[in-house]
């Protein structure tokens, strides 16, 4: 079991985890900080599991390796289900927690670790793990802002269960969230008719139907408290998750639509999140991007550079 301590255990499972846990306790709202555009802590999120019983080792195996290559020394994994495993932080939800919720979970361990410290991070989000990281900051920006910034010297953080923590009622009152990647999210919903079978059944699936309550509520592109630049990407061959609703028809600050490589080859919703080499024809634009159509990096690579060097308004 992985236990953080803020009163004095340290734990060499993460450097900045470590540190931030061992930092002074309720730290007043300052300056955000300012855009690095470099190699920030990167927080990994999965998708959706039926079986919530994610490896998320082996699921961002291929991320985690190309950007510590490139190097990201921070790249941690988040996990959302308890049958989870091998993740960096985990929150012991099912496949019934709501993703708001989850966003909640999310957004309390981004501050608690980070934010409150000053420290901004970055997001890789595959699938349904772009709306939970898209919540975090929504609910921040409609319930946290203008919170006093609560004193957390009394908690005792288990990383295995964050949501034992028992953080504050409520939201954060500021999250800093510099670049956002999500691959293959449902940011206008799933509207297959397995997703509507699987809603019956799992809230998860409930939430991602095109109008539904939470999707709703959710901005397209929320923004944290020092700015966020999205970059969303896609696959015109994913079979879960249509062109529109990965790149919310095309209104991203960068986006783009990937097709076949030199060899033919597509890309499924899987292969997303695992595909870093290859040569791939695409399509891409955005609010920040020019358009433009032809060769382009394999998704992981575009990932990072979604991370390393973008714009900010």
């Not at 950007?67 to 989870?84: D, M, P, Q, S």
């Not at 900051?137 to 946290?144: A, K, L, Q």
């Not at 510099?178 to 509507?196: K, R």
Request: aromatic residues 8%; charged residues 15%.
């Amino acid at each position: 079991m992985h236990r953080l301590v803020r009163s004095g255990l340290s734990l060499p499972l993460v450097g900045v985890l470590v540190a931030a846990a061992l930092i002074a306790t309720a730290p007043a709202a300052s300056a955000a900080p300012a855009r690095e555009d470099g190699q920030r802590v990167t927080l990994l999120v999965h998708g959706f599991d039926r079986e919530a019983d994610t490896n998320c080792a082996s699921s961002w195996k291929d991320a985690k390796n190309l950007l510590n290559a490139n190097g990201w020394g921070e790249v941690r994994t988040f996990g959302y289900y308890n049958k989870a495993t091998n993740c960096d932080i985990r929150y012991q939800g099912t496949t019934d927690s709501r993703i708001q919720e989850i966003g909640r979970q999310f957004a309390w361990t981004v501050y608690y670790f980070y934010s409150s410290h000053d420290t901004a991070i970055d997001v890789v989000a595959h699938s349904m793990g772009g709306l939970v990281a898209k919540a975090a900051i929504e609910g921040v920006n409609r319930y946290g802002v203008g919170r006093t910034p609560p004193d957390l010297s009394g908690l005792n953080v288990d990383l295995n269960n964050i949501g034992a923590a028992g953080w504050p009622s409520g939201w954060p009152p500021y999250l800093y969230i510099e670049d956002m990647v999500t691959l293959s999210t449902p940011h206008l919903g799933i509207g297959s008719a397995l997703v509507t079978a699987c809603a019956i059944t799992h809230e998860q699936c409930s939430d991602m139907r095109p109008g539904s309550g939470f999707l709703s509520w959710l901005s397209k592109q929320p923004l944290s408290q020092m700015g966020t630049d999205y970059t969303f990407l896609a696959s015109s061959h994913d079979d879960t998750v249509g062109v529109d609703s990965a790149t919310n028809k095309r209104t991203a600050h960068h986006w783009a639509v990937y097709d076949k490589n030199a060899d033919g080859g597509t890309l499924s919703h899987t292969a997303m999140r695992t595909t870093s080499t290859g040569a791939w024809q695409a399509s891409w634009g955005g609010q920040r991007s020019d358009a433009g159509s032809g060769s382009y990096p394999a998704p992981l690579l575009q990932a990072m550079d979604g991370l390393y060097n973008q714009q900010s308004e």
